[in-house]
C-alpha cells in the first residue's frame, strides 16, 4: 500500500521559505500572488494490506516523526489498491 | 565531574566540546556514539553542535530517534545535567526533553559571528557563574535558531524563569520569540542553548566568556 503524506506549517506559524518564494513569483511578473506556504510531501510505501492498520502505522509515524506537532500538521492519503 | 559527549554522524562541534570539558573539568569526558545504548554514569551529558544526519527532514529529527537518546532521556529523569548546544538545542526539542521548536532564522540566512548574550536567569546550574544580567560574548553559527512555542509554553517559560539566556537587546541573530538564546527544563537541570560557549574558553579565542556556563554546572554538581 502506498501513502502520501502531506506536512505543513500551521496556521500564524511565520514561513520565511515562503515569503521568499512569494517574493520571488512577484519578481517574475507573477501579480496577485496573496500568499505562499512550503510544506513537505513524503510517499510511504507499506507491506500492510488491511487499510485500517495500515493508517494507524501512518498516524502513529507522523507523530513520532515525519511531523514535529508543536509547528506543523499532517495529512494522510492512502492509495485504494 | 564526570561527563560525556554523544556524537552523531554530522556532528562537528563535539571536539571543541571534549577539549572545553577537560580544560574546566580536568577530567577527559567520554565520547558516546549514537548507536550505543547506555550511557556511562556521569554528572553531565553533552549534546554537541552540528550538522547530525545532514539536518535531513528537520534538524534534529533523526538524531533525536537515534539509539543513545533513551538512555539520554533516562539520564535526565534521574536528574543528571544535560546540556544541549546549537543542533544539541534543537535535538533535545526533538526528543521533547525541552519544549518548542528552533525554527529557520527569520531572514532565512545561516548566520555566523559574535552575538552579546544577556543572563536573564543566573539562578540556574547552567548560569550560576554569571551575573544577574550581566552581558557577555559568546559566538553563533546556525540556520536554525529561531525558538518558537505557543504562547501558553512562553508564559510558563518566562513566568517560572526557564530563560537562561537572551540575545542582548538589538543583537538577536535569528528572530527567536523573546530573544531567547536558551531555555531550562522544568526541573532545571537540562538546559539547550544556541551560541557556543565551548569556543569561548581560551584567551587564544579571544575571550573566555563562556568558561563560567561549564563552571556553573561544575558547581552544581559538586
Known sequence: MKARIKVTLKNGVLDPQGKAIQHALGALGFDGVEGVRQGKFIEVELAETDRAKAEAALDEMCRQLLANTVIENYAIELDEK | ?222
Open chain 2, 1 to 222: 565531574m564526570k561527563s560525556a559527549v554523544i556524537v552523531f554522524p554530522g556532528s562537528n562541534r563535539e571536539r571543541d566540546m571534549l577539549n572545553a570539558l577537560e580544560m574546566i573539568s580536568g577530567t577527559r569526558p567520554a565520547a558516546v556514539w549514537h548507536a550505543d545504548s547506555e550511557l556511562p554514569d556521569v554528572d553531565l551529558v553533552v549534546v554537541p553542535g552540528g550538522f547530525s544526519y545532514g539536518d535531513y527532514l528537520r534538524t534534529g529529527a533523526i538524531a533525536a530517534r537515534a539509539h543513545i537518546m533513551p538512555a539520554v532521556a533516562k539520564a535526565a529523569e534521574r536528574g543528571v545535567r544535560v546540556l544541549g548546544v546549537c543542533n544539541g538545542f534543537q535535538i533535545l526539542c526533538e526528543t521533547g526533553l525541552l519544549p518548542g521548536v528552533l525554527m529557520r532564522n527569520a531572514d532565512l540566512k545561516f548566520v555566523c559571528r559574535e552575538v552579546m548574550l544577556e543572563t536573564a536567569n543566573a539562578d540556574t546550574d547552567f548560569t550560576r557563574k554569571y551575573a544577574q544580567g550581566q552581558v557577555w560574548r559568546c559566538p553563533v553559527a546556525h540556520g536554525e535558531g529561531n525558538y518558537f512555542a505557543d504562547e501558553a509554553t512562553i508564559e510558563r517559560l518566562e513566568g517560572e524563569g526557564r530563560v537562561g539566556l537572551r540575545y542582548a537587546k538589538g543583537d538577536n541573530p535569528n528572530g527567536s520569540i523573546n530573544d531567547i538564546a536558551g531555555i531550562l527544563n522544568e526541573r532545571g537541570n537540562v538546559f539547550g542553548m544556541m551560541p557556543h560557549p565551548e569556543n569561548m574558553i581560551e584567551e587564544l579565542n579571544g575571550c573566555t566568556d563562556g568558561r563560567a556556563l561549564f563552571e556553573s554546572v561544575l558547581e552544581a554538581v559538586a
